[in-house]
């Protein structure tokens, strides 16, 4: 990779909830060399776009596992996939429901709201 | 976006689901109660339980003879004549109870020989706490407790639920107000008892090992609902947190054992030893305490003899890699694959905000002047006044849950819900006003992150290691305007999973916890523990008190009153 390709990372990242037409948004960034997927993904909502919805809570340490998404194809935690130079994908995990952006439902199924108030209605 | 209300009714709700909230989950569940347990994030992540990857104090005594009223020694001299000698002797005393339960319930504390190993953590008299291998302790604590919350009968747990606002009725909490954060539906649900277990605020400030949770919504919360605040000047800053090259997947705390182990030299920007030049003598043997080393790396910066990236070097290259592989095995490899060789290289370091030690100030059965609001974990003030040992936090999480959960059950034992919708109109109608779909969030509109961004700065720069009046005037007139620009921030648009829904409640509770720490440490005028006043460089005997800090109808007040004694 040459210097000119690494001073600049372009993110086409998916947009979009079930019921939409779904598309791709192309953020440019800084490279910062060592810097996370996760990095940029924050920076977009930051100084970008910040309605751009994301999941995550540890921010690095890769301790939470909330920030997993699909990177150029491959699932991977975007906390610790390096940004490469070039043009890189992000992409909602496929098999779980997609909620809106990267955001999808990976909620354990008895921790859902939903579930808890049908729970609690049977009950009574 | 269709947003149906939703209203649940339970004996306990539980806000936060760390260690401290699960604990109390668990044992208010023990007693009988019904709980439901929720967090903003998922069960059992959302945190700093999680993250933490070091140790656990507790006086189980299996390494060397000990008692947990030493282990009360060593955190009432840790305290510097702050610590509420009756939390700190609760603490100490059961930590030694929930670590035996946790093994029991195969957490998987480190053995040798049949018997849990125990290390010396720094400020501990005798090799004390217990951990899990590999630097896994959080992920297995949180693993576990989260297997146990499943397993208890009568808890409903809720991922996904942000608490925005308590809800008082006569003085006593009557339940709380959130919202989904799918889709923004409100949330209201009744319980007589609420466990405020929202963790602690080091994400207010910029350089934090904090996860994004973690920026003061337990104190903000009992703020509002007329809970007092003890001890909110006291924030431990972590000496050598890790500061470059970007480090991911690895606790930025890491550095501390590898100093203990292997003596990592400490430089300036210029390549120099300099620990010595601020009276504590490191050299060779990386003795400094604590707040000397913090003071000594910001003082190199402010002469210009910081390293790059604002900070002090850190270097291991005098090991040789066997010696380094053999006390770190795995770790040295995950380093590698960060591109960190150090056997080649220094790291950057720098003071880092890592923990509060002031919080809602609670009595032993962890209430709060509010009558059924119980706090727990690293909301908790009081067990650990100026300053804590290390190790200390998580049994603060584990006792202290285990108790609010428990005397919490006790309380709302053949009581009928005390909720009246009409006391949680107000919260609700902030909520409505907040995500009314109508304004397009635009991002130039959007001003939260610049908010946040300034405020981060602001605690950093004037309310962080070195404090004069003069920052703390600063900083507070500054937060209070910051306050009125995110009133005036545009609401939510009415997207699906709208964070910046999240973004507005959050920045709200940490403008307010920060106007606290600002307001306590003005007031307090001398230097003891963690806080320290370049303006009042003394520790003044009469001021051995806590603070308090309290919202009345002209806003935040303090107040002082004698430490409590045994
Ligand atoms: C990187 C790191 C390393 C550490 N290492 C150690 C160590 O080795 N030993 C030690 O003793 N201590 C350590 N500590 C400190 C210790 O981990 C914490 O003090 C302790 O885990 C706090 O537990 P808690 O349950 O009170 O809070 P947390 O674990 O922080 O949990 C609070 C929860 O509340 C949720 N929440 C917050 N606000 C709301 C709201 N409004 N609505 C719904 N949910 C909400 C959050 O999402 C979060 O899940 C470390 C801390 C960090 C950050």
Redesign the interface.
């Known amino acids: 990779m040459n210097d000119i390709e690494k001073e600049h990372v372009s993110l086409r990242v998916q947009r979009g ?1 079930p019921d939409d037409n779904l598309h791709f948004d192309t953020f440019e960034l800084p490279f ?5 997927v996760l ?1 940029a993904l924050i920076e977009i ?7 751009l ?14 920030c997993m998404v699909r990177i150029d194809g491959e699932v991977d935690y975007a ?2 996939a390096r940004l490469t130079g070039g043009t890189m994908t992000i992409e909602p995990l496929a098999k779980k429901r997609l ?3 990267l ?1 999808t ?4 199924p ?4 939903a579930s ?2 049908a ?2 209605k049977q009950e009574t | 976006m269709t947003k149906e209300a939703v209203h649940l009714t339970t004996d306990v709700l539980v806000v936060g689901a760390g260690a401290a909230g699960m604990y109390a989950a668990v044992s208010a569940a023990r007693g009988g109660a019904d709980v439901v347990l929720v967090d903003k994030s998922l069960i059992g992540r959302g945190g700093a339980t999680i993250m933490a990857q070091m140790t656990v104090a507790a006086a189980v005594g299996h390494e060397a003879p000990d008692d947990w009223t030493r282990h009360y020694e060593d955190t009432i001299a840790a305290g510097r004549g702050l610590c509420d000698e009756r939390l700190a002797a609760i603490l100490c005393e059961e930590a030694v109870d929930r670590i035996l339960e946790l093994d029991e319930w195969k957490v998987g504390w480190a053995r040798e020989n049949g018997h849990m190993k125990q290390v010396t953590a720094p400020g501990h008299s005798v090799p004390r706490c217990v951990y899990v291998d590999f630097l896994n302790t959080g992920p297995s604590v949180a693993r576990c407790l989260r297997g146990r919350v499943a397993q208890t009968d009568g808890i409903a747990r809720i991922s996904g639920v942000a608490i925005v606002d308590l809800v008082v009725r006569d003085g006593a909490v009557s339940g709380a107000v959130g919202f989904n954060l799918e889709d923004g539906a409100p949330v209201t649900i009744a319980a007589n008892a609420v466990v405020l277990a929202g963790g602690g605020l080091t994400g207010i400030y910029r350089r934090n090992s904090a996860s994004a949770n973690m920026g003061g919504h337990a104190y903000a919360l009992a703020l509002r609902a007329g809970a007092e605040l003890i001890d909110m000047e006291f924030v431990q800053f972590f000496p050598i947190g890790h500061l470059a090259p970007r480090l991911v997947g690895m606790d930025p705390i890491m550095w501390d054992p590898f100093r203990y182990k292997l003596g990592g030299r400490l430089l300036n920007g210029d390549f120099e030893e300099f620990i010595h030049n601020y009276g504590a003598e490191d050299s060779g043997k990386y003795t400094a305490p604590r707040d000397v080393t913090s003071f000594a790396i910001v003082r190199e910066n402010e002469a210009g003899r910081g390293s790059p990236h604002g900070g002090a070097w850190l270097s291991f290259e005098h090991v040789p890699e066997t010696e380094l592989r053999a006390a770190f095995g795995p770790v040295i490899e995950k380093l590698l694959a960060n591109g960190i060789d150090l056997t080649k290289q220094a790291i950057e370091v720098s003071p880092i905000a890592h923990y509060h030690m002031g919080g809602v100030r609670v009595d032993e059965r962890m209430e709060t002047n509010v009558a059924g609001l119980y706090a727990a974990g690293e909301a908790v003030g009081g067990a650990n006044g100026a300053n804590r040992l290390s190790g200390n936090a998580l049994p603060e999480a584990f006792v202290f849950g285990e108790r609010a959960g428990r005397f919490a059950a006790a309380d709302v034992r053949g009581q009928t819900p005390a909720w009246a919708a009409r006391d949680a109109s107000a919260a609700l109608a902030t909520l409505a006003a907040r995500s009314d779909g109508r304004t397009e969030t635009s991002p130039d509109a959007y001003t939260h992150h610049a908010i946040a961004a300034e405020l981060r700065a602001l605690m950093w720069e004037k309310v962080g290691l070195i404090r004069t009046d003069d920052s703390l005037g600063t900083a507070l007139s500054r937060i209070r305007e910051l306050q009125s620009e995110l009133e005036a921030a545009p609401a939510a648009g009415a997207a699906a999973y709208d964070m910046s829904l999240a973004d507005w409640f959050d920045l709200r509770d940490s403008l307010q916890t920060a106007e606290a720490v600002t307001l306590a440490a003005r007031s307090r005028r001398e230097s003891r523990g963690a806080h320290w006043r370049e303006d009042f460089q003394e520790t003044d005997p009469a001021l051995e008190e806590n603070q308090t800090v309290a919202l009345s109808a002209d806003g935040m007040v303090t107040g002082w009153q004698p430490v409590g004694r045994r």
């Open positions: 909830g910062e060399p060592g810097a996370s990095d909502r930051r100084n970008i776009d910040p309605t919805a994301v999941r995550y809570s540890c921010v690095s340490a890769n301790a939470c596992r909330e906390c610790t909620i809106r952006d955001v439902d990976i909620v354990p008895k921790e859902q709201l808890v108030v729970a609690r």
